[in-house]
């Protein structure tokens, strides 16, 4: 965390002739664009980012990104490719809550004219100020817009809260990972405490109201 502040430190306390890498598109500047990818390449390793990941968000070229996380933190970044599976963000309810935290501030935070880079460096930002423990490292933040994209996972509303939520395509769920960790401890229905003889059984009834438990609907 104290790395990420000082990233932002950093970036705020230069500033370059354009305010965006995008106003550089009038500028005709090589030299302005470079200095911009830089720096975001330089941000997006102070939250965590290796060097293949810097250098696909930026377009700077590989072996640059590689000498920019050595002269950073001293040591080589590790080695490793960029995630290309959503296995890791199945494994568990908590992880799913997270990965359409990371989707919904992208859907955000995508709107404006933003570079690649930009846009993953206000998200992640944003995500580890929101939660308290970060589940998602800022790797595997980049690759949750890839699902979507990739038409791995797609768009749902929510039977319960109604609000659009991002799932594996051949997932059966019906309701957001929020409402799906809510409702193994209260009632969908009446919202009474469930017991926990109840939890986590499916198809169990509400001991209050007998509303059938959605709870038991796993992804
Ligand atoms: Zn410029
Ligand atoms: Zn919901
Ligand atoms: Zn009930």
Not at 64 to 82: A, C, D, E, K
Request: aromatic fraction near 6%; include cysteine; proline fraction near 5%.
């Amino acid at each position: 965390m104290t790395m990420n502040r000082s990233g932002q430190a950093y970036h705020r306390s230069i500033s370059l002739p354009c305010a965006t890498p995008s106003d550089c598109a009038q500028c005709s500047s090589e030299l302005c664009l470079d200095a911009h990818r830089v720096l975001e390449a330089i941000h997006l390793m102070r939250l965590g980012a290796r060097a293949v990941l810097a250098s696909q968000l930026t377009g700077l070229d590989k072996n640059r990104t590689n000498q920019l996380y050595r002269q950073l933190f001293g040591v080589p970044s590790p080695p490793g490719q960029v995630p290309f599976m959503d296995s890791w963000h199945r494994r568990s309810d908590i992880r799913m809550l997270h990965t359409n935290i990371v989707w919904r501030l992208h859907q955000k935070l995508s709107r404006a004219e933003r570079s690649k880079a930009r846009i993953l460096i206000d998200l992640y930002e944003v995500y580890i100020q929101l939660v308290e423990k970060p589940v998602l490292d800022i790797t595997r933040a980049a690759f949750v817009q890839r699902l979507t994209s990739m038409e791995t996972w797609h768009e749902r509303r929510c039977e319960s809260c109604e609000m659009s939520y991002a799932t594996p395509v051949e997932s059966n769920s019906t309701v957001c990972p929020g409402c799906l960790i809510y409702h193994r401890h209260r009632c969908h229905q009446c919202s009474s405490t469930l017991s926990p003889r109840s939890k986590g059984r499916d198809h169990a009834n509400c001991g209050q109201c007998g509303a059938v438990l959605i709870g038991g609907v796993r992804h």
